[in-house]
């Protein structure tokens, strides 16, 4: 056994530092997803602070909203714009597993582009959006 361990010690103290440095880069990978979530909640936060306190935007969230008589104005369709443009970062960061997985991220972001106005921003710029975020939007819930 003394002289297996002498002909082999480099070997060995080399599988263990091996080991080592997976397991870190494995704990490291998910102390960043989880980093990232919370920049993505504080972002959201951020982001619909701004639809709550100015009144011009209270339309965004109205499911009655009627967007042939009363066009979508270009501070809600400023607002929804940037709302969508943070659906695709996040579309992109669990895409890229640099986020924990959101399970209902799909639906939520359906639900929200199927209201009057943000549905109405959302016909205007998904010819601008890639393909495959849009295919993930529009896909039927599973």
Request: contains cysteine; proline residues 4%.
């Amino acid at each position: 056994m003394t002289q297996w361990f002498a002909d082999n010690w480099f070997n060995l103290l080399s599988s263990v530092g091996i080991w080592f440095a997976a397991y870190t880069i494995h704990v490291d990978a998910k102390a960043r997803r989880i980093a990232n979530f919370l920049t993505i909640i504080s972002n959201y936060r951020e982001t619909w602070k701004e639809c709550f306190r100015n009144q011009e935007l209270a339309r965004v969230l109205d499911a009655s909203a009627d967007v042939a008589n009363k066009p979508v104005t270009s501070l809600e369709e400023l607002f929804v714009g940037l709302v969508i443009a943070q659906m695709s970062s996040v579309y992109y960061a669990a895409q890229n597993d640099l986020v924990i997985k959101l399970e209902g991220a799909r639906q939520d972001m359906a639900q929200f582009l199927s209201l009057p106005v943000p549905k109405a921003v959302w016909l205007k710029t998904k010819p601008l959006q890639n393909h495959d975020f849009v295919a993930f939007i529009e896909s039927p819930s599973k």
